[in-house]
């Protein structure tokens, strides 16, 4: 089966940085995505990682290890509408190549 | 380029009571998607349609819950008889691309958020 762990809750004020960590557990591990969710919006995209290492785009950057099936979101210069709801979701080539979310990490960005 | 459109936002039913919900995606994506997101957790996939055939229902509850996608366009996801586990947030989302190595950005419309009392 699969698996994907991350906190649930983090806090962070404004201008810092936080990475929220993804560890994940797959039989076919095709990438990983990450999505942004404000209270009551839809999933946005964020970013995508297929190969280890970082990718950037503006002020967020993920990571991926594949050999320890973990990786992250590091959001950096953090603004109060950077408060809401991240998943970390797997795309598993074993359930189709369907994308499976975790449970959501619900960061909050304070003054 | 308009989004994912999905209505209704809101829908209050009583259990034991039908219920539908409808989908157009980005124009031009072939792939459609149907999620649960129960309060708390992350999306669950119900069903996927690759234009109008079904690709996967492995965790759709055929026993009260049908969809169709029939010109492989707008959708329609309908619950009956509906239960007090089914209050959640339904959301659509779509993609042009599904091949193995594509990023398979999925694009969600807002959902229609359901509440079975």
């Known amino acids: 089966g699969q698996s994907l762990e991350q906190p649930s809750e983090v806090t962070a004020v404004e201008g810092a940085i936080v990475q929220i960590n993804c560890t994940y557990q797959?039989?076919?591990?095709?990438?990983l995505s990450w999505y942004q969710q404000h209270d009551g919006g839809a999933p946005t995209f964020l970013s995508y990682n297929a190969l280890d290492g970082l990718e950037e785009t503006g002020r967020f950057s993920s990571f991926l290890s594949r050999s320890d099936s973990y990786g992250y979101l590091l959001l950096q210069e953090l603004q109060m509408k950077d408060s809401a709801s991240y998943f970390c979701a797997v795309r598993d080539y074993n359930q189709g190549g369907k994308l499976i979310f975790g449970q959501g990490t619900e960061l909050s960005v304070k003054p | 380029e308009a989004g994912v459109a999905q209505s209704p936002r809101y829908k209050i039913i009583e259990k034991r009571q039908s219920v539908a919900f409808w989908c157009n995606p980005i124009s031009g994506h072939a792939t459609l998607y149907w999620y649960q997101q129960i309060l708390g957790q992350g999306p669950k996939l119900l069903i996927q349609?690759?234009?109008?055939?079904?690709?996967?229902d492995s965790q759709l509850p055929k026993d009260r819950f049908s969809a169709e996608r029939l010109k492989g366009v707008d959708s329609t996801l309908k619950i009956q008889p509906a239960k007090l586990e089914d209050s959640a947030v339904y959301l659509c989302?779509?993609?042009?691309?599904?091949?193995?190595?594509?990023?398979?950005?999925?694009?969600f419309g807002a959902g229609t958020r359901l509440s079975v009392l």
């Open positions: 797959t039989s076919g591990f095709y990438g």
């Open positions: 989302a779509s993609t042009l691309s599904e091949g193995a190595l594509a990023k398979n950005i999925q694009y």
């Open positions: 349609f690759q234009n109008n055939g079904v690709v996967d």
